[in-house]
């Protein structure tokens, strides 16, 4: 049975953007412990292709970047928030440049004086100015591999790959732990420590059709709402306009920044109509955008739409989508010939589990970085690009907390805690009750709770998941877990958050869109879920 390896060890849930850099800072001053559900290279991150917004270029600003954050977010972003994660942007950035992240360079042909900064800068929906820094199209990728050769090289990070988090511990009010299962030996660890962050990602597995990889099922989330901790805003589900339409392709995002270098969406016919929705056109922020395609779909009856830009030099679309032109060509589609086939999908979870400016939770010795976050920073709509930058400047924060109380010797060390108890269980007898409830989930999620909702089929989803979650506790009182389970049960859980809170909001805002009242309310306020306030 696996014991933490340091009596005042940090332990960290999660592999992604914020989990890493938190990790690297962390592990020069205090021993650190690391547990990713997959390998140290898969993560959500990976995938991200666009890039991380900052106001890098000096004809940009702060308030030009604050400004077009809560414009996006709808009238639900917290100012002190945006200012805060702004103001910052720079700072992580150049730590990422000194790690030597591979970033795009400046090129003359590009609107945007090198001299001023040596890495291109994109632009992408709803910013008012290029600001987007990339490598290419495959950002994520790029600070994934350089982050994880990192971790890997340091000394002071006991890493665990293939462990599933299951619940945190808690003593007298304060979270001291976690339990861990191992994939490979299928035993649970219990993981001791007074300092435990969750770095665990969002939910978009909730949703049928989904970016996100498999390992998006709200796992810090639902351990956070198990554990006491407030969540904020969950029906804010935001659906990317543009995922590859394809049978053997379900979950390939084509970036954002292809509409940002001048991408056109079309109908079937190859006329444009983004302009009879938003003055912006293409560049509208993702609501907007998702909504006006869903709305296209239904009017004419077709399946997908295309996203064009086959009018730009073929030259400039390999060399700033080369990941994008490699993928589609190898499934017959040539985009510096032909429209691509696109269908919105969900996307990312722009509420979480509520934290304040230094990632602390409402539970005390439990932080959350990431987008299992509820910053306040995205409001009812997440502004494109600005989720790797959440990650790294609330890591940064947690970080400049957690050492601050190392310093100062408020890390106290972890108590000694029981071990996993599975003497009062036994054995599934069947796996296809898991795979089903898995699958009913997915489909009423996108069926009831989807880019355009109803009172009406938000109530009936309710009823369904209610129905299944007292299904999952069941099981998960009399059968041995394994990691299909777990997931399972914070998805379940998840998508009951989302509903309720889709429920609660009696407007129609940003990625929040109820024909029973399709009106924005005079004043807007967070939706808060309180486990306290359970029945």
Known sequence: MLKSHHPKNVIIAGGGIAGLSLALKLADHMPVTLLTKRGLLESNTLYAQGGIAAVLDPNDSIEQHVQDTLIAGDGLCDEATVRFTAKHGQHVIQELIQLSVPFTPCQAQDQQNCDDFPFHLTQEG????????????????????????????????????????????????????????????????????????????????VYLYTSNPDLATGDGIAMAWRAGCRVANMEFMQFHPTVLFHPRERAFLISEAMRGEGGYLKRPDGTRFMHEYDEREELAPRDIVARAIDAEMKKIGCDHIWLDISHRDSDFIISHFPTIYKRCLGLGIDITKEPIPIVPATHYTCGGVMTDLQAKTDLPGLYAVGEVAYTGLHGANRLASNSLLEGLVFANAAFEDILTRYNNQQILPAPTLPDWDESQVQQSPEQILVAHDWDEIRRVMWDFVGIVRTQERLKRALRRILIIREEIEDFYAHYQLNTDFIELRNLALVAELIVRSALTRKESRGLHYILDYPNKLAEATATVLNPADKT
């Open 126 to 205: 709803g910013h008012s100015h290029r600001r987007i820094i990339h490598a290419a199209d495959h950002t994520g990728h790029a600070i994934q591999l350089r982050l994880a050769l990192k971790i890997r090289q340091h000394e002071n990070i006991l890493l665990l790959e293939h462990h599933t988090a299951v619940d945190l511990i808690q003593r007298d009010g304060r979270c001291v732990g976690i339990y861990a299962l191992n994939q490979a030996t299928e035993e649970f660890s219990t993981l001791a420590s007074s300092v435990v962050v969750l770095a665990t990602g969002g939910a978009g597995k």
